[in-house]
């Protein structure tokens, strides 16, 4: 299997798919309450048609689960599949914020080899297909996220997902020595660790595994790890597709 040429055949997809959920929200949006009280959209549904359209064309043999489909989600046996969020951060998306992502994640033997997240509203779309391959796409340029940066007694920056912060995770903050934290939504956390423009995100068991599985794919090629609260590594296809803790560190904490 070429991941690499799986992954680059849907950079552009990605990048139409970004415009699609911006045309669509222009134009109005229609909103629902699904039966977990989460908002949808008929951009989600939309973008969603999109790119597993795209998916399924390339990679035919590889089933999909799409957080806004039934599909596969009661199949605990899969190996290799796709993780698909077509919008993560609906609550930005559907009230003009600019934190809403669009996501794909290759699984492959249970673990994320490849990954595409696209963030729109900020003009920045993020790609990997293995180690020492990840790379930011923005106003035409390829940049690899591969290169180290030496941070000398510089604060440590990390990302949360609220402003209230849990004691098991204050007590991680205090043991890394985090000394900064900012709010931020969507898997767009995982790429700005990716980056290094932040150095880790922590969270509790929340989510699922289509919030994360790009992002985790981004992060690893750049040269990043995520491990859950008790070090270890994080795997995919499990039957309540429920994520475990995880805490997030860039290449420049390593």
């Known amino acids: 299997m070429d991941i690499k040429k799986i992954i ?3 950079v552009d997809t990605f990048l139409k798919a970004g415009e699609l959920s911006i045309s669509l929200r222009d134009k109005g949006l229609k909103k629902e309450i699904k039966s977990d009280n989460t908002p949808v959209s008929n951009g989600d549904i939309e973008v969603n048609k999109f790119i597993t359209k795209k998916i399924s064309e390339i990679t035919p043999d590889i089933p999909i689960i799409s957080e806004e489909t039934s599909d596969n989600k009661n199949n605990s046996t899969l190996k290799d599949f796709w993780l698909v969020d077509p919008i993560d951060g609906t609550y930005d998306y559907i009230n003009d914020l600019e934190e809403f992502t669009i996501n794909a994640g290759l ?35 390829i940049k690899s996220l591969n290169d180290k940066e030496i941070k000398n007694n510089q ?4 990302i949360s997902y609220s402003n209230k912060i849990k004691p098991e995770i204050q007590k991680i903050y205090q043991d890394l020595g985090v000394t900064e934290n900012i709010k931020m939504k969507s898997s767009l956390k995982f790429c700005v660790v990716a980056t290094g423009e932040y150095d880790g995100y922590v969270a509790e068991p929340r989510a699922y595994e289509w919030d994360i599985a790009a992002g985790h794919a981004i992060l690893v090629a750049s040269g990043g790890t995520i491990t859950d609260f008790d070090g270890n590594e994080i795997l995919y296809g499990k039957k309540d597709l429920k994520n ?9 904490l390593l």
């Open 244 to 252: 475990p803790s995880i805490i997030l560190k860039s290449k420049n």
């Open 155 to 158: 604060p440590l920056r990390f």
């Open 107 to 141: 699984i492959i033997n249970n673990e994320p080899v490849g990954g595409l997240i696209n963030a729109p509203a900020k003009r920045r779309m993020f790609y990997a297909y293995g180690k020492g391959s990840a790379y930011e796409l923005s106003n035409g340029v």
């Open 8 to 10: 680059e055949e849907l």
